[in-house]
Every structure is written in structure tokens, then in C-alpha cells.
């Protein structure tokens, strides 16, 4: 699989099936991931996997706290703007027409966002954390290395969902991986093998053109 496949693959998997990743698998994705660029090479990324018993464990800690903790940072501006909120906006319509759900049945919109928790039964979840005194520079570096392992992902064949919705659990995280007290969680992703079965999955979010947000300065 060539890079632009890779890219054309991947996609926010929100249903997994119940099929394992061997751990091998899990490492040497991870270990390749880190050949990701980073200002001055800091290699800011320090990453958790979790997998087995010890992941039930931990989704029966997030299961017994559905209403959170309070983040170390938004995911989203306050009162966002367009075209942002827009873009937001008609993500989450999309998303919930394909399993059937209107905007007026907020029970069922909430259990969906619930399935965060679950990582949508994926076998393994990934943890993101990076030291907390590290700025944006050093965040944008982490976000290039969840890439190179969602890509890397869908060319062995498996699939991804990153997941900022962790932000709602920084200290049922920290706590559980025993995150050094300098790092704070950044996000999640849930890594397994989709299920080709469910309608959630064949969602494939909009993309607006490139006239929109690019120029081309100087060229023929």
C-alpha cells in the first residue's frame, strides 16, 4: 500500500469487531510511527497501549464515571465560529444519520458518545501524553506521530478512531497507566479492525475544496 492509499483508507472507525491485535503488531506500528519529524527531534510522544484484561478494567473505571472529570484544555474554542462550526455541525449530522438517530432523541446521542468510552470495542487502545510544560510546537509534533500511526495502521490491514474525547478522563488515565505527574494526557485512539457490518462505519466525512483554504503563489 502506497502512501495516497493509506491516506484514502483511513477513516474515524466508530464499531470494531471483537478480534485481537497482537501485541508485535501494536509495537512495531508504534516503534515505525516514531520516525515522525519533531522540532529540534525532541520526539515529545510518550504512548500507552492497552489491550486484554487490564483494558476491561479500564473501561469498567470510565463506565462508572459517564459524566467525566474536568480537562486540562479544550477541545474546542468557546463559541466557535464558522466556518468551523458548520463543519462541526454537519459532522455530527452525518454521523448520526447513518445509524438512524435524530437530533431531537438527545438519550441516544448520548449513548452513542458514550461509545468513546469503549473504544468503540476496539481490542486496543492507544494513550497520547506528553510533558506539560511542552507548548504548541511540541503538540503539533505529537499530532504528526498519531498520523504516521493511523497510516501505518491501515497499511497492516487495521483501522483507527482518535480520539480527543480522553480529554474528559485526565486523571481516571493518568492514574490507571501511572502517567508520570510532568506528562498530561494529549488523546486516545482506538485501534483494531472495523467491522464491515455497520452502518456507523461507512460514514466518510466531508471535505471542503481546495479553493476554499489553499492558494498557489507564483506557479505557471
Known amino acids: 500500500m502506497n502512501v495516497s492509499e493509506a491516506i484514502e483508507r483511513r477513516v474515524s472507525i466508530r464499531a470494531f469487531l471483537d478480534r485481537p491485535v497482537a501485541g508485535e503488531v501494536v509495537k512495531d506500528i508504534l516503534?515505525?510511527?516514531?520516525?515522525?519529524?519533531?522540532?529540534?527531534?525532541?520526539?515529545?510522544?510518550?504512548?500507552?497501549?492497552?489491550?486484554?484484561?487490564?483494558l476491561?478494567?479500564?473501561?469498567?473505571?470510565?463506565?462508572?464515571n459517564p459524566f467525566?472529570?474536568?480537562?486540562?484544555?479544550?477541545?474546542?474554542p468557546p463559541n466557535l465560529w464558522d466556518p468551523f462550526r458548520t463543519r462541526r455541525f454537519q459532522n455530527g449530522e452525518d454521523l448520526y444519520a447513518?445509524?438512524?438517530?435524530?437530533?431531537?432523541?438527545?438519550?441516544?446521542?448520548?449513548?452513542?458518545?458514550?461509545?468513546?468510552g469503549e473504544l468503540f470495542?476496539?481490542?486496543?487502545?492507544?494513550?497520547?501524553?506528553?510533558?506539560?510544560?511542552?507548548?504548541?510546537?511540541?503538540?503539533?509534533?505529537?499530532?504528526?506521530?498519531m498520523e504516521n500511526v493511523m497510516l501505518l495502521a491501515a497499511e497492516r490491514g487495521l483501522d483507527t478512531c482518535a480520539q480527543e474525547y480522553w480529554a474528559r478522563y485526565p486523571?481516571?488515565?493518568?492514574?490507571?497507566?501511572?502517567?508520570?505527574?510532568?506528562?498530561?494526557?494529549?488523546?486516545?485512539?482506538?485501534?483494531?479492525y472495523r467491522d464491515p457490518?455497520?452502518?456507523?462505519?461507512?460514514?466518510?466525512a466531508a471535505r471542503?475544496?481546495?479553493e476554499t483554504w489553499g492558494e498557489l503563489v507564483g506557479f505557471d
Not at 467525566?68 to 474546542?76: C, F, N, Q, S
Not at 486523571?171 to 483494531?192: I, N, S, Y
Open 68 to 76: 467525566g472529570e474536568t480537562p486540562e484544555y479544550d477541545v474546542y
Open 31 to 54: 516503534v515505525r510511527a516514531a520516525k515522525a519529524p519533531s522540532g529540534g527531534n525532541l520526539q515529545p510522544w510518550r504512548v500507552y497501549a492497552l489491550s486484554g484484561a487490564p
Open 171 to 192: 486523571q481516571t488515565v493518568t492514574k490507571f497507566l501511572k502517567v508520570p505527574e510532568d506528562h498530561m494526557l494529549f488523546a486516545g485512539m482506538a485501534l483494531g
Open 56 to 64: 476491561a478494567e479500564f473501561k469498567a473505571l470510565v463506565a462508572a
Open 208 to 210: 471542503d475544496p481546495f
Open 197 to 204: 457490518q455497520a452502518p456507523i462505519n461507512g460514514l466518510v
Open 121 to 145: 470495542g476496539a481490542p486496543v487502545g492507544l494513550f497520547f501524553c506528553l510533558d506539560r510544560k511542552l507548548g504548541p510546537p511540541q503538540w503539533a509534533d505529537l499530532g504528526m506521530y
Open 98 to 116: 447513518t445509524i438512524g438517530i435524530p437530533r431531537e432523541d438527545k438519550p441516544a446521542r448520548l449513548r452513542q458518545l458514550a461509545r468513546n
